[in-house]
Each structure stands twice: as C-alpha cells, then as structure tokens.
C-alpha cells in the first residue's frame, strides 16, 4: 500500500491498408511460445510501455499534480509533452546542483522551492535525503530518453495510493 508512480510511453503502431509496406509493424503476442488466439495482432493500435516507475517519491508527485493536474490529484492518467518534460527536467537538474549548498544556514533550497515533498496517505517520507535525491537522479534519466525521443510516441503520467 502507498503512493506508486507510473510514466508511460505510447507508440502508435496501427497499420492501416494504405500504409506503405516499409512502414508496417508486425506484432506478435505470444505465451509460452505459442501465438495467443485471444488477442488479434491487426487490432492492436498502441504499444504502451512502463519507462519509469516511483515508490513514494512524492515530492514528484505533486510536481505532477500541481503543474500536470490542474491541482487534482485523483489517481488518472495524465498526458505529459515536451515542454513539461523540459521544465521537469530543468527544474530536477537545478535541485540536483543545489544539493549540497547553504544559503543563510539552510540546506535544499532548490528542492525545496522547484520540487517540494508532500504529506500524504502512505506517500513516504518528506525529508530530502539520500532517498529523494537517488529519485531525483533516476528521474532525470528517464527524462533524458524521453526528450530524445523523436519518434511517435506519446508519454503519460498516473499514479495509485
């Protein structure tokens, strides 16, 4: 039971009779080596894939809820492009290089300020330790290969407490 954190990448991979053959996916969904009769690869639209996943790392969380939600957080899938993932990494890489200053005999004034923990129904600690900035680390790497991705895919945030 807790906060769990889920970011997603959608590819587009119908293929429709005037796709050109170069252009065609071909999808195979198989169990135990044999093809699954019960899901029909021509049906398939979207390939979704889970590319970053969070424990308790709620001060991410609420970045999400407060600039991706409208301030709702309500466990939905959220539809998160570029810009947002620029932003979110600027302001990640700016709490990372803040990490070790003090300012006016205060440590964390960047997480503090672009990435604040939040209190919440089993959503983990709200200190920023070594726990937080491992999170922030990880999540600037799966930015960074999301922003690289110039393909046709589209990426989503959700999450369940």
Known sequence: MGLDMYFARRTYVQNWDHTPLED???ITIELGGKS???IKPERITHIVEEVGYWRKFNALHNWFVQNVQN???NC???YVDH???EKLLQDLEQV???KDVVTDNERNVKASQLLPTAQGFFFGGTEYDDYYYEM???TIGVLKEAIADTGRSTYYYSSSW
Do not use: C, Q, S, T
């Open 136 to 138: 922030v680390d990880y």
């Open 96 to 98: 990372l290089a803040d």
């Open 71 to 73: 301030g709702i957080d």
């Open 36 to 38: 699954r009769a019960d």
């Open 83 to 85: 810009a947002v993932m």
């Open 76 to 78: 939905g899938e959220y």
């Open 24 to 26: 065609r996916h071909k």
